[in-house]
């Protein structure tokens, strides 16, 4: 069974930084185009930065553009959120998906493959 399991997120103060980790196992990532996406209470989940199965293109969502940084290490089947300069209003549940495309986009009706999320709180 495809699985992803993300990292712990954690609590950090406003303009402070938090890496992500998103573990797969059961498929072969270098097949996948990997996503982040985030959902906060009251609201839609919505798609924060994708990259493609090749690194060949990535996508951040205008709010988190110069902040945040998705990468892949394909070799440990883990993607990567470096996020910086938080603001609360990042605060949401987190979580990594995956989809056997070459290209990645940021609808999340294109991911089948979806981990349990994990909770990153800004505070101010």
């Known amino acids: 069974a495809q699985v992803l399991v993300e990292s712990v997120g954690g609590l950090v103060q406003a303009g402070g930084s938090l890496r992500l980790s998103c573990t797969a196992s059961?498929?072969?990532?270098?097949?996948?185009?990997r996503g982040w996406f985030r959902q906060a209470p009251g609201k839609e989940r919505e798609g924060v930065s994708c990259?493609?199965?090749?690194?060949?293109?990535?996508y951040y969502q205008d709010s988190v553009k110069g902040r945040f940084t998705i990468t892949r290490d394909n070799a440990r089947n883990t993607l990567y959120l470096q996020m910086s300069s938080l603001r609360p209003e990042d605060t949401a549940m987190y979580y990594c998906?995956?989809?056997?495309?070459?290209?990645?986009?940021?609808?999340?009706?294109?991911?089948?493959?979806w981990g349990q999320g994990t909770q990153v709180t800004v505070s101010s």
């Open positions: 998906a995956g989809a056997r495309f070459y290209r990645c986009g940021l609808s999340d009706g294109q991911y089948p493959y």
């Open positions: 059961g498929l072969t990532v270098e097949d996948y185009a």
């Open positions: 990259i493609g199965r090749r690194n060949n293109n990535t």
